[in-house]
């Protein structure tokens, strides 16, 4: 069965990286949380998931600028006047919980890895006793190949339709194995069976992220891709459960 993902802690259910959803994704019958992280300059990280504070709440500023208590006083928007989140307080919500780390390491806001950000993540997860609970994205090779020295654990490339068409794929499955990258995510709208079944065949598993909408989770059910990421989760739940049960009708 698709395993599913609660984007961002689920926007469109409870808002863009909210306290209140990674409360409440942490209780539902899902298998991951994705989330985001950035640094800040005094040495946090933090759970957000653009590079600024512009978009999603009442503060203004790279996030890589300022000090965490600076970016600790941003109200997000649609979060009911919550503030964002470290990543060990994020830790400390899913240390109970059966719901699984899908953590994404994000580029600055000119699409350049940080410095030395992923050892810093992979040590924190580690401290809170959550690395072995979590899989790693990027859209970022660089990112990926950090993730690749610094941790056994499973990591995932985020190929976006741009890249898709620009590589094609066979030059990306050649990418996947220079870089010995085992997953792909693509954007749910890219995703067929024709590429589903390439990238299978080339040894890699293939995901896909965005499914928000009914159609788009339904198509990613019936493809059996192996993990998809959705703003709404309790409706990929249900429609899952409804999949499930129209399957077993089948059979
Ligand atoms: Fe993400």
């Known amino acids: 069965m ?17 306290p209140h959803g990674f409360r409440q994704s942490a209780l539902l019958a899902l298998e991951e949380l994705e989330f985001d992280v950035h640094p800040t ?10 590079p600024t504070l512009d978009g999603t709440t009442d503060r203004s500023g790279a996030i890589v600028e300022m000090s965490e208590a600076e970016v600790r006083k941003a109200v997000i928007n649609y979060s009911g006047g919550e503030h964002p989140l ?4 994020l830790c400390t919500i899913y240390g109970d919980s059966q719901v699984d780390f899908r953590c994404e ?18 040590e924190t997860l580690r401290s809170q006793n959550m690395l072995q609970r979590t899989v790693f994205s990027s859209f970022l090779m660089a990112s990926l190949d950090e993730l690749a020295v610094a941790t056994e654990r499973p990591r995932l490339w985020l190929v976006s339709p741009a890249v898709l068409r620009q590589l094609g794929q066979a030059a990306l499955i050649e990418l996947c ?10 954007h749910v709208d ?62």
Not at 41 to 50: E, F, Q, R, T
Not at 86 to 89: A, G
Not at 108 to 114: I, L, N, R, T, V
Not at 177 to 186: A, D, Y
């Open 177 to 186: 194995r220079s870089h010995e990258v085992p997953e792909i995510g693509v």
């Open 86 to 89: 470290s990543l060990p307080e």
């Open 41 to 50: 300059c005094d040495g946090a990280i933090m759970v957000h998931h653009d």
């Open 2 to 18: 698709t395993r599913i993902a609660s984007h961002r802690g689920g926007t469109l259910e409870f808002g863009d990286s909210t």
């Open 190 to 251: 890219s995703a067929d069976a024709a590429l589903m079944a390439q990238v299978q065949d080339a040894g890699l598993e293939f995901g896909v992220w965005a499914a928000h909408d009914a159609s788009q989770l339904n198509k990613a059910f019936e493809l059996g891709v192996k993990v998809l990421t959705c703003d709404r989760p309790s409706l990929a739940i249900e429609l899952r459960r409804r999949f499930a049960a129209d399957k077993q009708e089948d059979e």
């Open 105 to 122: 390491i994000k580029p600055d806001g000119d699409g350049f890895a940080y410095p030395d950000f992923v050892p810093k993540v992979i």
